[in-house]
């Protein structure tokens, strides 16, 4: 079974902080990760990807990845009160295919 | 305006009453999923399908039935629902990996 595990929340910062999110994945063959967040009641949207070790930015966001420990976070810097949601890790298990694997989510607060 | 859509939005039936949901989407995507939401579980797919024709189960396909005939449109079918099918039902089309979600089917056997 390959699995995508996420740090546990609810995760709460003070807004203007850094919110951190982890993510690892059992698959060592996986080669795509996405970050995706879901506000209540809504579907999930996909705010970014990385297919290479290291650091990968867009705006506040950035995701950094490391194949090596099967891990891979999204950084929020400067965090809004907008940004209060479950952040959602999906990893691609078959990369020739579109079987794609989901973390539990991790919901995040920023307290103005 | 790109879009995924999904009919209908909400749903209640009862046990054994087949039912299909479709999914259509305007982006030419030739990749579609399927995927259910339940709270602690979070998202697991059921079915994907990389072209008209081509489809394959994803980790939770027991139960349902998908058919892919024209590259938009994606149906879901359940043909004898059951109370554990209870759950929010996404669809969602995809292009490099990237997925663009319908809005949901929160669906509720009874």
């Known amino acids: 079974q390959k699995e995508v595990e996420q740090n546990s929340g609810p995760l709460s910062v003070p807004e203007g902080a850094i919110a951190s999110l982890n993510c690892t994945y059992s698959?060592?063959?996986?080669?795509?990760f996405f970050w995706y967040r879901q506000y209540s009641g809504k579907s999930p949207e996909l705010i970014m990807s990385?297919?290479?070790?290291g650091d990968k930015e867009d705006g506040r966001f950035t995701a950094q990845l490391n194949k090596a420990s099967q891990y891979v976070s999204l950084l929020i810097r400067d965090s809004q009160p907008s940004d209060s949601a479950t952040y959602l890790c999906?990893?691609?298990?078959?990369?020739?295919?579109?079987?794609?694997?989901f973390g539990p989510g991790t919901r995040l607060s920023v307290l103005p | 305006e790109a879009q995924v859509t999904q009919n209908p939005r909400y749903l209640i039936t009862v046990t054994g009453k087949k039912l299909t949901v479709t999914c259509s989407q305007n982006?030419?995507?030739?990749?579609m999923s399927w995927y259910r939401q339940d709270p602690g579980l979070g998202l697991r797919q059921i079915y994907y399908?990389?072209?008209?024709?081509?489809?394959d189960k994803g980790d939770v396909p027991e139960g349902y039935k998908v058919s892919r005939k024209e590259k938009r449109n994606f149906p879901l079918i359940l043909e004898s629902p059951s109370p554990n099918q209870t759950s929010l039902y996404f669809c969602?089309?995809?292009?490099?990996?990237?997925?663009?979600f319908g809005p949901g089917t929160r669906l509720t056997v009874t």
């Open positions: 990385i297919y290479s070790n």
């Open positions: 698959d060592r063959g996986s080669q795509s």
């Open positions: 982006m030419n995507h030739e990749y």
């Open positions: 999906a990893v691609n298990v078959d990369n020739y295919g579109q079987n794609f694997v």
């Open positions: 969602a089309s995809s292009l490099s990996g990237k997925q663009y």
């Open positions: 399908s990389m072209n008209v024709e081509v489809t």
